[in-house]
Every structure is written in C-alpha cells, then in structure tokens.
C-alpha cells in the first residue's frame, strides 16, 4: 500500500513564476494538509482540504492556493514566487478511522 | 499566539543508550500531541502520539510523557541504535476531536539526535 505521494521531488522556478505541486493521500484518507518547512525549521501548516473544501488555513498569503480533487488528491499552487518561497513542501494525508498524519517525502521547490 | 518549543536543540549519545528529547508547548487547549522523526531529504514519520486525557504512552522502545501541569512533552528512546539519528518534533494539534483528525499541527523546531556507535 503506496503511502502519500507527492510529485515532482524538485523543483527549480524563477521570482514571479507560478508552480503546481501535486500530491496524492494514503489510500483511504479522504484528508489532506500541506506544510511548508524552511532549511533547519519545523514544518508550518499552509491548509488543509476536506471534502474538496479548504477547512483551515496558517498564516500564509493568498499567493497561496490549493485544490482537492474527487478522488482525494490534492494540489498546491503558489503564484508570483519569492526567494522566500524556497523550501521542502509536505503534504500529510489522514482519515478520521486512523490517528495520526502520514506525510509524503516532499517536494524541494528553490526559487532563483 | 501558539508555539512548541524545544529545550535542547542538539542530542549526542552512545549506542545502547537511553536517550530523552524534551518539548514545552505553551497552547493550554491542546488536545493531541505527536512526535515525529525525521531523516535526511524523507518526510516526518510518525513515532508515537498521545490524547490530553493521558500522561504516558509506550511503544516499541519508546515512551511519550505528557505533563499538562507545565505543558511540557517528552520522547524517551531505549537502547539507542545509530538508525534512530535524525530530527525529531513534536506536535500538537489544539482541534483534534475524537477519531477525527482536523485542523493544523503546530510543530517545533527539532532536536537533531545523532547516535555514535
């Protein structure tokens, strides 16, 4: 049983480019959060979908967006990226049958 | 505002050692806390987690204490071997309602524990 999946593993942008990042949950989470974690600093909480809904959300700006799809994969879009954006992303997935959060293994955006 | 903290950023510790990473939270509605190891270029990976309602949890060489009094977390590791080196966090999570698994985990920012053998 694959556990969470996220894609591309890297990921080089330009300042002022849009990137998609994608992930995909555990089998049988329906619940999916996205964390930032910067070199040498705990993950912080972007959002977490549910239902196809955002639920809640950290203290990131708009430039910040996401979307959950049918089948419970997730992705995150950020717009108009700064060197301050370059960082390991992680998505968690998890299910209200099952305690816990699994996270992916990431994907390391650096913005040039 | 929230935060999690840790006492000791670095661990350094003999194989076949007991080793004890500390965490102070300061977020008295914390319900859920969950402690997670974390290896070079990999995500979090779960080690043990533990309810407000309780104060000790074990697992497979490992112990979570939870002292709500001084809002204070620990992870202790028995018999230290070199493949437990990494990161390790706590977490909390203030929104955790029963088997539902909702809202942010807050984490700290990590003890990196290194095992000489």
């Known amino acids: 049983d694959a556990g969470v999946t996220q894609s591309p593993t890297h990921l080089i942008k330009t300042r002022g480019q849009q990137v998609t990042l994608r992930c995909s949950p555990k089998?049988?989470?329906?619940?999916v959060s996205w964390y930032q974690q910067a070199l040498g600093q705990g993950p912080q909480f972007i959002f977490q979908?549910?239902?196809?809904?955002?639920?809640q959300r950290g203290n990131f700006p708009d430039r910040f967006s996401g979307h959950q799809f049918p089948n419970y994969s997730s992705e995150l879009n950020v717009n108009a990226l700064l060197l301050g954006d370059s960082a390991l992303y992680l998505c968690?997935?998890?299910?209200?049958?099952?305690?816990?959060?699994?996270f992916g293994s990431g994907t390391r955006l650096t913005v040039v | 505002g929230e935060s999690v903290g840790l006492h000791l950023p670095t661990l350094s510790v003999q194989e076949g050692d007991n080793s004890i990473i500390n965490c102070a939270y300061s977020?008295?509605?914390?319900?859920?806390f969950i402690w997670y190891k974390q290896e070079s270029g990999k995500g979090p990976q779960f080690i043990i987690d533990?309810?407000?309602?309780?104060d000790k949890r074990q697992g497979q060489r490992v112990t979570v204490l939870l002292n709500k009094t001084v809002k204070h977390l620990s992870l202790q590791i028995a018999a230290t071997q070199p493949g437990d080196s990494a990161v390790y966090f706590c977490?909390?999570?203030?929104?955790?309602?029963?088997?539902?698994?909702?809202?942010?985990?807050?984490f700290g920012q990590g003890t990196i524990l290194t095992v000489h053998p």
């Open positions: 968690a997935s998890s299910s209200p049958f099952e305690s816990g959060y699994t």
């Open positions: 089998s049988g989470h329906d619940t």
């Open positions: 979908y549910y239902e196809e809904e955002e639920r």
């Open positions: 977020n008295s509605a914390s319900d859920y």
């Open positions: 533990i309810r407000s309602n309780m």
């Open positions: 977490a909390e999570n203030p929104s955790y309602a029963g088997g539902t698994s909702y809202g942010k985990l807050t």
